[in-house]
């Protein structure tokens, strides 16, 4: 079975420009995380979703930040504009439920903002 | 709210070594407590989990019972590899809240 897919893998670009980062759930489950991962600042929740719906997006850390869940498999980050200090690897994991279970993460999008 | 604490790395350890990495929770209720690990360039994945008090998890020859006396879930393993080196992570959950990580620590296995 695939896993939790990401895309891109790897993203540069430069300050100011919009970046949108992607994520394919594994079928059938309906809980979707972002997280931001950093050296100085750990891994950070950054908002969840239940049944496509944003429970808690709390870590999202300024209105330069949005994500959506269009339909129940997929989800966007979307970054405008983006600031160096945006830079980072980008995760997100799926969960069966509320998400009170194992997370499945994917392989991460790492940002580079010139 | 709930939180986990874990040891801070980075743990350095000889081929063949033992293991311990603390992790202790404070939480509501009775949660259920996780190990997750990161090899390098890569996502988190689990490593084992426990549901109730004085389970124990294992997997890959890492242990962690989950102690209510003591509000802990340490991982164990009896002699590290040096495919072991990777950062860890303690994490638990609520009836009705998703996952919280503690910090992570990293270990690194020399031959």
């Known amino acids: 079975d695939a896993g939790v897919i990401q895309s891109p893998r790897h993203e540069v670009t430069e300050m100011g420009q919009e970046v949108t980062l992607r994520c394919k759930l594994i079928s059938g489950h309906n809980s979707l995380f972002w997280y931001r991962q950093t050296m100085m600042r750990g891994l950070e929740l950054l908002i969840y979703f239940n049944n496509n719906v944003p429970i808690d997006d709390s870590g999202m850390p300024e209105d330069r930040f949005s994500a959506k869940m269009p339909n129940a498999s997929f989800s966007t980050l979307k970054i405008q504009p983006s600031e160096p200090r945006d830079s980072a690897v980008y995760f997100c994991?799926?969960?069966?439920?509320?998400?009170?279970?194992?997370?499945?993460f994917g392989p991460g999008t790492r940002l580079t903002v010139l | 709210g709930d939180s986990v604490t874990q040891m801070e790395g980075p743990v350095t350890l000889s081929e063949e070594a033992f293991l311990t990495i603390n992790c202790t929770y404070t939480a509501t209720g009775y949660p259920s407590l996780f190990w997750y690990v990161q090899y390098p360039g890569e996502g988190l994945q689990l490593l084992l989990k426990a549901t109730k008090a004085d389970d124990k998890g294992s997997n890959k020859g890492f242990e962690a019972t989950y102690r209510k006396e003591t509000t802990s879930f340490h991982l164990e393993k009896g002699s590290v590899q040096v495919s072991d080196s990777a950062v860890y992570f303690c994490?638990?959950?609520?009836?009705?809240?998703?996952?919280?990580f503690g910090k992570g620590t990293r270990l690194s296995v020399i031959a």
């Open positions: 994490a638990l959950s609520g009836r009705n809240t998703p996952l919280v």
């Open positions: 994991a799926s969960a069966m439920g509320q998400g009170t279970d194992t997370q499945y």
